[in-house]
């Protein structure tokens, strides 16, 4: 059963700069691959002191299950409320994959959750989605 994405954590009203430490020294988001479902979750905040181990592992299991069934329908929900410097090099190697998988006929649907008055999460949403033109994004911004 998938997580519920809202309501997710509140960040403080001004966005942490590109590689700015985060407020906590270390948040690691919640990640769940449900490969059944096909469908991947991440919530939270993401400010680790390695985030390649914390993706690098994520990424090798999505690229499996992506690899396991092509033209197949596969669904990402992300409600990330801070991303640091290293999580977000990691997040492209994320959506890399993704993009791979859309490359090999799957179809992609990305729900981004976030809060509207985020310009530094904006920017990354729009970067993303210019980037993987392939992958079909859903901005939910929460303008409350």
Request: charged share 25%.
């Amino acid at each position: 059963m998938p997580l519920p994405l809202f309501p997710f954590p509140r960040q403080p009203a001004a966005s942490p700069a590109a590689g700015a430490p985060c407020a906590t020294t270390f948040a690691q988001p919640t990640a769940v691959l449900d490969t059944a479902c096909r469908r991947l979750t991440l919530i939270g905040a993401s400010c680790l002191d390695d985030a390649i181990a914390f993706y690098g592992p994520l990424i090798g299991r999505l690229r499996a299950c992506l690899d396991r069934r092509s033209r197949d329908a596969f669904d990402v929900d992300i409600a990330l409320s801070t991303v640091d410097m290293g999580s977000e090099k990691m997040l492209f190697a994320l959506f890399d994959t993704l993009h791979e998988g859309a490359l090999a006929g799957n179809s992609i649907a990305i729900r981004w959750q976030r809060q509207g008055t985020d310009r530094r999460c904006k920017w990354f949403f729009d970067t993303l989605r210019e980037r993987f033109p392939l992958l079909r994004f859903t901005d939910c911004a929460d303008h409350a």
